[in-house]
């Protein structure tokens, strides 16, 4: 059975924050890793994606048909890309984010 009342709304957006919260502490954690930088970072968020753009133009991956397996390579790079970027701007404590609201407002 499924309510909309506010008390369950609310409730339901804490643990969401507390969810996030918690990922965002993690990845903080990961980025100071420095084997984290070199392979996850560094090796595929830039390096590999890097690669596969240029893999693109090459004979070999028209010739072969290639193309479509190389997108799906980068669209998988942007889509764990575009995780960790939700983790930082929506689970980054309430905290922080009152202080570049003071700071760019």
Partial sequence: METNHPTDIVELETIER??????????????DN???KVVVLDGYLKEKAIEFTSL???D??????LRSTIFEQLAAI???EEYLHMIENL????SMLEDEEEIGG
């Fill in 34 to 36: 420095p084997d984290f």
């Fill in 91 to 94: 689970g980054a404590p309430a």
């Fill in 78 to 80: 942007s889509c764990f």
């Fill in 60 to 65: 070999y991956v028209r010739r072969n048909n």
């Fill in 18 to 31: 507390a969810g996030l919260l918690k990922k965002w502490e993690a990845l903080e954690r990961l980025k």
């Fill in 56 to 58: 693109l133009a090459t």
